[in-house]
Structure formats: C-alpha cells, structure tokens
C-alpha cells in the first residue's frame, strides 16, 4: 500500500478509508463489506466488475500501457477467538498485465474476424 498510495503506515493508521482514498465508492463497499461482517465468509471483485478498488497509477515499465493499475480484490473476515468479526482483511492484486493481455487478444480477434 504505502508503494502504491505514497501513505506510510503511521499516517493511515486508525483513520477512514474514505477520506484517504476518495475516489473509492463509498456505497458499493459499505455494501460488500457488510456481507462480508454479517455472513464472515470472504467476498471477491473482478477487474472486469469493477477495474479498480483503489486508483493507483502503472507502475510496470514493460507493459506501462495502462493509465492504472487493474485490480482484483480479497475481502476477508478477521474473526476474534469470540466469534466476533470487528474487522477485515483486503487484499489487492495487480492484474494489470492479465488485463492488458485480454484486451490486446480482443483487439485480435476483431481484426481477425473482419
């Protein structure tokens, strides 16, 4: 994260997602956040859903086509000994090589079908 977001640990720490990223929908994750609270099983995105969580710039030299880094995202329960889910985990992947493969073989295959 502080790679991606120029935030170190110490200034994100204890302060609201939303007012640190606003570009995130704050409407669509409360959503899939709560299902991940209310039901404690993990919750996934796609980048074809949704191409990013968090709107961080390329960073890959070779495929730097991208204006931004595509994303899939892991939303998991952190459940304490109680039983309880008080917080969760994300995870971010960078699947912006993936993503600009498939859309290279799209542009393929319009020509090619031409």
């Known amino acids: 994260m502080e790679n991606?977001?120029?935030?170190?640990?110490?200034?994100?720490?204890?302060?609201?997602?939303?007012?640190?990223?606003?570009?995130?929908?704050?409407?669509?994750?409360?959503?899939?956040?709560?299902?991940?609270?209310?039901?404690?099983?993990?919750?996934?995105?796609?980048?074809?859903?949704?191409?990013?969580?968090?709107q961080f710039k390329n960073n890959h030299p070779i495929t730097g086509r991208a204006e931004y880094m595509f994303q899939n995202t892991t939303l998991i329960p952190l459940t304490s000994a109680d039983g309880n889910t008080q917080h969760i985990c994300l995870i971010i992947y960078d699947v912006t090589n993936a993503a600009m493969n498939k859309k290279d073989l799209e542009q393929i295959k319009e020509l090619l079908g031409r």
Do not use: M
């Open 4 to 54: 991606h977001s120029g935030l170190r640990p110490d200034q994100v720490q204890n302060q609201c997602l939303f007012d640190l990223f606003p570009d995130v929908d704050e409407d669509w994750f409360r959503k899939k956040a709560e299902a991940v609270f209310l039901l404690k099983a993990r919750a996934f995105t796609i980048y074809e859903q949704r191409p990013y969580l968090l």
